[in-house]
């Protein structure tokens, strides 16, 4: 069988804007408003409702998310109407929620060595 290629070498810009994904992903409540978007687009009286944080809290990480280009908003009526802009996070949401989900049914975790 032969060798599998070697990997083209990374940029250093490009690593950068992809770790700063990653770090958008990292706070909690930002994660949960994109698993809720990923279902539908939602205001964010019903973002804050949904994640139990308030509509300030709410509208401070929609407004991370609005500058990364990772969620959009359209008005309707008074309302402004969220929703995500980019599929390929939330197949990344996706893939990383599920895993969580199979880490957990999974057979118990033996303790880490020497813990």
Partial sequence: ??????????????LQDAAAV??????TVRLHLLWLLALGE???????????QSVATVS?????????GLVRAHRQGKHQIH???D????EMVRLAVQRQ???????ARSPARGA
Avoid at 1 to 14: G, V
Avoid at 87 to 90: A, K, L, Q, S
């Fill in 22 to 27: 990653f770090g958008l992903l990292s706070a």
């Fill in 42 to 52: 939602r205001d964010v009286g019903t973002l804050a409702d949904e994640t139990g």
């Fill in 60 to 68: 401070h990480h929609l407004g991370k998310l609005k500058l990364a």
């Fill in 87 to 90: 599929p390929h996070v939330v």
């Fill in 101 to 107: 989900r199979e880490t957990r049914s999974g057979p």
């Fill in 1 to 14: 069988m032969p060798a599998p290629p070697e990997p083209s070498p990374l940029p250093p810009d490009l």
């Fill in 83 to 85: 929703y995500v802009d």
